[in-house]
């Protein structure tokens, strides 16, 4: 079962324009996403790449340009980072398969987003409580401060505690094989290291291949993208706006809101990351004031490689294209929102643009959790809508019938006493202002019957409501599918690896919208 796409909390008007092959979206977002459409991206890729050698093995076919890219990264993470990270590498993996099997040889790549500095993020492990999501990991508060790529700083966490804590959680059927694994990837690693082996060993085989502008000897090849946007800067400004623009006047948010100056750029400098941004006809980093360069300054420090270059969100795919003939890459809904504000740098690069795969959406339910479901009347699709606001609707689905009688009741006593008040004045002049007492004391009477009524329908058996809130903690903690929240952990824990990526790669489709209900 899939749930629809317009149907899903914080999806962006672009997602679910794509998705649907709205025109209006289609002229930010190009064409759907089909096993043709693809194949014949992959060749036009191949003949317009600028060939290169040097990449690591695995990596080499694609640098020469003989084999085309499915490309998807995501930031590193602990323990992987959430659900969605698998389930995007799986849609690499399964698009490389079907173009392949067309006869189009197509290679998948994750590409780890291992230069982010916001450790906040990486270090935080959402884990499956009762309640909803326990947080672990360490205090956020210095890590805020962190400049420096995350990718190669040590695991400072303690990652033995969190899978400690999760294994408690599970009781004796904890899968210890899941948990030795991970244990083993995080011991002694980086955070990059640690993701790479703790996803290598998750998906198995086929192999995905792993690509990160990190690697020093990449910076070379993408050094001449970096001083292109140094010096055309303004141009790029310019394009940049100029769809800005276009997204306003057809009604969408931009994805990311850059700072007044910002170029699309960052240098490492030191080991720490830092924004390059205009200020005063001068250049500068961000976050070390008084420092001023000229164009040509910063030209010098990128070529001589006293500055490596970093790219954000809106030029990160040239980079990656620039690296890598890329003939799709697979996006979240918020990826797909920012690649329409930057496509258009495509053709100013001269790079060929990727054909744009929607990721495909993951909600795994086990037969306990769906015999559940039915005993509750409910789908998954209901808990979306969060656990209170669940509960009002069905109160007042159980109330409506009462309500409606005791109405009835209340407006047959209202008419009846209405019909005997001349009758009753005739007797006694008297008897009329009594008949209006009555009739309030009556009105009152039922409308605090239907109150209590209501509110009685509205406070469900509490065995239900623990087993409502349970279930909306792992299939839909705060209304949000869990896929977005927790790492495959849980799952892993009480299904194993195979029980989990096994289903996974079975039933998901990428070329399907909305929520894909996995059975596990």
Known sequence: MTIPLETLPGIPLLARGHATGTPDVSRF???RASVDAIAARAAEVL???????????????????????????????????????????LAAVKVAEDVTAAGTPLAPVFWCASEDHDLVEVTRVPLAGPDGPIETGPDPEPLARNRRPVGGLPIEADVAAILERARADAGSLADEESLAALRAAHAGATYRSAFVASLTWLLGEPALLFA?????????VLVPLAVRLVREREVVRRLLEARAAELAAAGHALQVVSEPGALPLFAIVDGERLLLRERGGALELKGRDGE??????????????????SFSALSRPLAASTLYPVAATVLGPAELAYWAQMRTLFDWAGLVTPVLVPRPMAAPVTAAERRALGRLGLELADLLAGVDALLAKRGAARAGGLLDELGALRDGALSGLDALAPRLAAVEAGLGKNVAATRENVRFAFEKLADRARAAAGRADESEVRQLRRLAAALAPGGRPAERLYPPLPWLLRHGRAGLVGPLKAQLRWDVAGLQEIDL
Request: overall charge negative; hydrophobic content about 45%.
């Open 47 to 89: 003949s317009r790449f600028r060939r290169r050698a040097g990449a690591d093995a695995p990596l080499a076919e694609l640098a020469a340009g003989e084999r085309a890219a499915v490309l998807t990264g995501q930031q590193v993470g602990l323990l992987t980072g959430p659900l969605l990270t698998t389930v995007k590498a």
């Open 29 to 31: 977002l190009g064409e």
């Open 292 to 309: 001023r360069f000229s164009a040509e300054d910063v030209v010098a420090r990128f070529e001589a490689g006293e500055w490596l270059p």
């Open 212 to 220: 990160d502008a990190a690697r020093a000897e990449e910076k070379p």
